[in-house]
């Protein structure tokens, strides 16, 4: 069993998460995350190599999951999956009604990832960063289901 270590991304290490997005043609879009405070980045390391990461930020009562990446070759070992359960019990700790994230459309990988730690799709939108192919999904995890009850 491989042990992941997860730790709060610093601005010096971007050439590091650059480098586990290297298929991903519009990283320089995204790399505002990288840069602004109001963005926590975590990444996940295996025996001191970082092999993929996620980006959250807070809206109103809800974390959101705005970018999670694996490294193609770390994919299907369950470094996903922590990373979503830490963004999990982050929420859960600091007080959120739920996760949410989402995923493009033709990412089958993906919707299956969310929907084994118990999210549920519940919205659709037009990629705007995509080439106009693509759709998102977005996907939902009650955090704490007293603060929801009212939501429904």
């Known amino acids: ?15 590091e ?16 995350y990288f840069k602004d405070p109001y963005y926590q980045v975590y990444v996940a390391s295996i025996k001191e190599k970082k092999v993929g990461f996620i980006v959250l ?9 705005d970018f999670l990446w694996v490294d193609e070759d770390y994919r299907n070992g369950k470094v996903g999956t922590e990373l979503l359960q830490l963004a999990i019990e982050k929420g859960k700790k600091e007080g959120y009604r739920s996760f949410i994230g989402d995923t493009l459309s033709t990412n089958k990988k993906a919707q299956k990832l969310y929907e084994r730690i118990g999210a549920t799709k519940f919205g659709e939108f037009i990629n705007l960063y995509g080439e106009g192919k693509e759709k998102l999904y977005q996907y939902r995890i009650v955090i704490e289901e007293n603060l929801n009850k009212n939501l429904k």
Do not use: P, Q, T
């Open 57 to 65: 930020s807070r809206h109103s009562y809800n974390l959101y999951g």
């Open 1 to 15: 069993m491989v042990k992941i270590a997860i730790y709060c991304f610093s601005e010096e290490s971007i050439s």
């Open 17 to 32: 998460i650059k480098h586990i997005c290297r298929d991903f043609k519009h990283f320089e879009c995204y790399s505002i």
